[in-house]
């Protein structure tokens, strides 16, 4: 069985938060994920350490409820921080530039302003990262068989020269 | 399979057949949003509340900003324009009294959808 791809979604708002879990995780059925839900970045960070997920969607404003909560960009420089690998897709609702060039520059792999149709826009970013994702993997499994392959031949030559070494 | 009569009503301002669709007509799934639906637009309309008795624009547009979200998950694509031009007029700061007539809408709607929901979710149980 594959390891589920792990997912964190940090949004302040919970229904917005549970309607996208449940629609990445219809949309993309046939894979194994796990999502887990933060309204803050702080708990999300809590969780980081323990369980380093590979994507994180991450709402850009995080203090509707908590006025003293990090905002997404300081979030997004603690994940970068801690995992670089980890990829991360900015959500704001605002169609600023400023924010979409800052999260860039910050490390985000993808911007998404929310619209109506901000589930179909993140289920496609979604689609891009995990081919990235299972392309990288594969690039990680050819370098290992030729690493084997390498160690195999060098085996074969050293072992022919030892023997042509002590028939002489 | 349970029918989404809510959306043969014209008059009902909730349309759910987005949720539907999100959901794949997942009756738990969208019972869970149902359920959470009812436990926070009441708190949002009182958190908007306070914020616009104590003129905290910046507040009255974030909570306006976060219900955007909120309600177009349900389709109530009526509150749209409403939340957009409360987030506007407190982005600048003005016109608390347009705000307050705005909020008055707001809640008039609100109130429909959430009785609306509590109907309809009676037949996911």
Redesign the interface.
């Known amino acids: 069985m594959k390891t589920p791809i792990n997912i964190f979604i940090v949004d ?5 938060a ?2 996208l879990k ?2 990445i995780e ?1 949309t993309f059925a046939d894979r194994p994920i796990k999502i887990s839900l933060f309204e803050i970045g702080e708990k999300c960070m809590d969780r980081f350490k323990r369980s380093t997920p590979q994507l994180v969607i991450l709402d850009y ?1 995080l ?2 409820n908590h006025p003293s909560a990090a905002n997404g960009i300081k979030v997004l420089d603690w994940i970068k921080k801690e995992n670089a690998d980890t990829y991360v897709i900015i959500l704001t ?1 605002d169609d600023n530039i400023d924010v979409a060039v800052k999260s860039f520059q910050h490390g985000a792999s993808d911007y998404i302003v ?1 619209t ?1 149709t901000t ?1 179909k826009k993140i289920n496609y970013s979604l689609l891009n990262m995990f081919n990235v994702m299972e392309a990288r993997n594969d690039v990680r499994r050819y370098k290992r068989l030729l690493r084997l392959l390498f160690l195999c031949v060098a085996f074969f030559i050293g072992g022919v020269t030892a023997i042509f070494i002590y028939a002489r | 399979m349970h029918q989404l009569n809510i959306n043969k009503n014209a008059a009902n301002v909730c349309d759910l057949a987005y949720l539907t669709e999100i959901m794949a007509g997942k009756k738990t799934l969208i019972k869970g949003i149902m359920d959470r639906f009812l436990i926070q637009i009441p708190e949002e309309l009182s958190n908007l509340k306070n914020a616009i008795a104590e003129e905290k624009y910046a507040s009255i547009q974030s909570y306006a900003h976060t219900m955007k979200s909120s309600v177009s998950i349900m389709g109530i694509t009526t509150l749209t324009p409403i939340l957009k031009l409360m987030e506007d007029l407190a982005k600048l700061g003005l016109d608390i009294k347009k705000i307050e007539e705005l909020n008055k809408q707001l809640n008039t709607i609100c109130n429909k959808a959430l009785s609306e929901i509590t109907n309809e979710s009676v037949g996911y149980l």
Do not use: I, R
């Not at chain 1, 302040?12 to 917005?16: G, S, Y």
């Open positions: 302040d708002n919970q229904l917005f549970m309607s449940a629609d219809t404003y203090n509707t609702g929310k109506e589930f």
